[in-house]
């Protein structure tokens, strides 16, 4: 018995010492101002300190239905973060998330329910509480490895931006002087409009192999290749396009040949046709070789001018035919008499 009172004055003299203070039930135990458990001079309110290989403190509860809350609070009563475990019966889960975030064994840090959660599964949240509701903005899936990045949503790929938002989807700017926050490169989702947009007044480069193969350019004009986009186009493929089919139109019919039927049309004798040939090497109104060179072709407008040429075929032979039947008809005349 006498053992056991000195052992006790023992303690309660380390305490002191070490400036302890308990309560229980509003009553004083030890006076002081820190506590320690396994030290005498404990250097905060309380101090646990441990020599071995095992846990420090536990907090339990066993009810299934129930939780075990580590709140900690400031002045301000409403400003606190808590660190809570919940039973495995505890019902529901987050507000809008629920099938991924289930109390039931989740573990929550910070005010209200979260924002970070993990669940017995694996999957790791961290959350924004606005306007009465959390939304996701970090989410790992631990079966499939996937991270969500914005919204509430699943991850369905390796990492899956689902804002809730139509509209600003992902940016990337950089600190080049002139940059703001507004700036650099936007990738956006407008309801099922998708579109990758520099917001400077610069180029947006495509490539592959470490090598650009593709720009739009402020202007915008398209280049694909290394040559400077010529003035007035809007697309320059550099080594030419192969493709199946293609189909180029005309804005209206004065654009396409048929006025060489017209009443009106006065159609070049034959003469000067030569003429022009022998001065200049070319057709009336086909640019030249040299020009075809410098200037390249429109398509649509050549093929009309080549059919201006072959309508203009068309009558001098229906002119000649005319001239060869009234010689027929003239040669038939004379053999009769």
């Known amino acids: 018995m006498t053992k056991k009172i000195l052992l006790s004055a023992s303690i309660m003299m380390s305490a002191m010492i070490g400036n302890a203070q308990l309560y229980s039930s509003g009553n004083t135990v030890i006076a002081g101002t820190n506590v320690g458990i396994g030290t005498n001079t404990p250097t905060v309110k309380l101090h646990v300190k441990n020599t071995v290989s095992s846990e420090l403190l536990r907090l339990e509860n066993t009810l299934n239905t129930g939780f075990g809350k580590f709140t900690l609070y400031n002045d301000n009563a409403s400003n606190y973060a808590t660190f809570t475990k919940y039973g495995s019966a505890y019902a529901s889960g987050v507000a809008g998330f629920v099938s991924q975030y289930p109390f039931a064994n989740m573990l929550s ?27 996701l903005k970090f989410n790992v899936n631990y079966n499939t490895g996937n991270v969500g ?9 390796l990492v899956h931006i ?9 940016r990337i700017t950089n600190s080049t002087s002139g940059h703001t926050a507004a700036d650099g490169l936007e990738l956006r989702t407008t309801g099922n409009v998708a579109s990758i947009m520099n917001r400077e007044s610069s180029t947006l480069e495509l490539g592959t192999n470490n090598a650009t193969v593709m720009k739009l350019n402020a202007a915008g004009t398209v280049l694909i290749g290394n040559t400077l986009t010529p003035a007035g186009y809007k697309l320059f493929v550099e080594q030419g396009i192969l493709t199946e089919k293609i189909k180029v139109s005309v804005k209206n ?10 009443n009106n049309y006065k159609l070049l004798p034959l003469t ?30 050549m093929d009309a001018k080549l059919l201006e040429k072959i309508e203009e075929l068309t009558l001098y032979i229906i002119d000649m035919n005319k001239r060869i039947e009234n010689l027929e008809n003239e040669n038939n005349a004379l053999k009769s008499k």
Do not use: R
Not at 162 to 170: E, H, P
Not at 253 to 262: H, K, L
């Open 109 to 135: 840090f910070g005010n209200n329910n979260g924002p970070l959660f993990i669940s017995n599964s694996g999957a790791i949240g961290i959350s924004m509480y606005k306007a009465g509701a959390n939304v």
């Open 149 to 157: 990045l914005g919204g509430s949503a699943v991850p369905m790929s």
């Open 162 to 170: 689902n804002s809730a938002v139509s509209g600003d989807t992902m």
């Open 253 to 262: 019919t004065a654009e396409w040949s048929d006025y060489v039927f017209a």
């Open 272 to 301: 000067e046709v030569e003429s022009f040939i022998n001065s200049n090497s070319h057709l009336p109104g086909v640019p030249s070789a040299a020009e075809v060179v410098n200037d390249g072709i429109n398509v649509a407008t």
